[in-house]
């Protein structure tokens, strides 16, 4: 059975003081009513060692918002995979498209990036979408397939078994419009099905997909109830318990 899924993105939001109070309020909240699924936190990468001693022992996953497509070496501000680990993160974000859009992230890099990661056992949540454009020219299917296929499809089979995906309709993130229960299944399917051709049924299978894109406590249960959905990537409702709980609660 896949594995359902609540991960929160920070972003660039809440100083160290605030993220680790954040992570304290949620481990409380989680402690007196225990989840129906995995919940991650994803934070900046300056929040990682502090909210990992926060929540340790408690039910909560830990990864970061990004890592570098190099190893290690001169590359001023850049904060590897092997750091990330040493934090005790667990899991990475990549190919939001927040990153893909303003820091240019090609399948390349972003190749590069999925590898050092799984090299130093993190989890990838890997994020693909389309934008509003492509979705009005019904251009969804063809764009979300060459993001998976340009990134995903040289992992070997035992790579492949790190990795879920977040499928984030650009124009829902953070928009306030969500995709519908239907259009997210739809989606969901087909992303399952190009799973399914390139790494067989059982893996397909086994692929947890999460929705990102303006979730919340009020269409996370719909959302969530549809056959191929497997959780939520959540942004701005992650940045206060009360709805990443909610949201949490939709699988209950
Ligand atoms: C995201 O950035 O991954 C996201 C889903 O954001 P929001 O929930 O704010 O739309």
New binding site residues.
Partial sequence: MRKKIVAG?W?MNKTLQEGVALAKELKEALAADAPNCDVVICTPFIHLASVAAEIEGSVIGLGAENCADKASGAYTGEVSAAMVESTGAKYV?LG???RRAYYHETPEILKEKINLALENNLKVIF?IGEVLEEREEGRQNDVVKAQLEGSLFDLTAEQYKNIIL?Y?PVW????GKTATADQAEEMHAFIRSVIAEKFGNEAAEETSILY????KPGNAKEIFAKANVDG???????LKVADFKGIIDAWK
């Fill in positions: 993105n972003k974000i939001h498209s927040e994020c977040a984030e829902a993130i953070g928009t990102g894109g303006s979730c939520g990537l959540i942004g701005g409702a992650a």
